[in-house]
């Protein structure tokens, strides 16, 4: 399909681990976003990126977290010494403009789970 | 910070009513967005109110910009099982327009 990709699905893990969220934008899309959504609360952003600017880190809430985008395209989030608040859903979505209000399209989520 | 407040929490309903979801806040906003996110899905736009005292709709979904900036509502007539999710309202932060400030999201769950 043409949509945004995530993998993995689900993944977990046991705290202090290391752990890998690789995101697919949609083709063409020069915006890339990564958010976390906590049960029962809504979308934290984390970290933006436009083309070939720096990105927006402003989000993430530590230093364990770090995110790379290759190319302009696939994107990969990392979380290292993953801690048990760390579980949540982590959701990308990718645009096809520079304006933040341009219709961002999700991912369908990785459940990350910390023992 | 700015904050969006959304309500109702949770609704549950009968199929066949009209719902009514609102989403506040203390601080203008210059767009509003609703989201729909579908349970193990990603949010998907729903509709986007870009003008204060806009109404839009998209089928059976109706929302409006408020004249006051600081509230937008969204209303679902006829309500179908597939309208279950959770509801989310959004607007650009005003001190950083690159990230979107999110409601908690109405949570919708309808009796067939």
């Known amino acids: 399909g043409a949509g945004v990709s995530q993998s993995p699905s689900n993944k977990v893990t046991e705290k202090g681990k290391d752990v890998e969220l690789r995101c697919d934008p949609i083709?063409?899309?020069?915006?890339l976003y990564w958010y976390r959504q906590s049960l029962g609360q809504g979308l934290e952003f984390l970290i933006y990126?436009?083309?070939?600017?720096?990105?927006?880190k402003s989000g993430l809430p530590s230093d364990r977290f770090s995110a790379e985008r290759t190319g302009g395209s696939v994107s990969t989030l990392t979380i290292q010494r993953t801690q048990q608040e760390d579980s949540a859903v982590y959701l990308c979505?990718?645009?096809?403009?520079?304006?933040?209000?341009?219709?961002?399209?999700f991912g369908p989520g990785t459940r990350l789970t910390v023992l | 910070g700015q904050q969006l407040n959304q309500s109702p929490q949770s609704m549950f309903i009968q199929e066949g009513e009209d719902v009514s979801m609102n989403c506040t806040s203390s601080?203008?906003?210059?767009?509003w967005l609703w989201y729909k996110q579908d349970p193990g899905e990603g949010p998907v736009l729903l509709i986007a109110?870009?003008?204060a005292g806009e109404l839009t709709s998209n089928g059976r979904l109706t929302a409006q910009f408020g004249i006051t900036r600081k509230d937008s509502f969204l209303n679902i007539s006829a309500s179908i099982p597939s309208d279950v999710g959770i509801y989310f309202c959004a607007g650009p932060n005003a001190g950083n327009n690159r990230k979107l400030i999110w409601g908690l999201g109405t949570s919708l769950a309808v009796n067939p």
């Open positions: 083709s063409g899309h020069t915006a």
């Open positions: 979505a990718s645009s096809p403009g520079q304006k933040t209000t341009d219709t961002q399209y």
């Open positions: 990126f436009q083309g070939n600017s720096a990105p927006d």
């Open positions: 109110l870009y003008k």
């Open positions: 601080s203008i906003f210059n767009t």
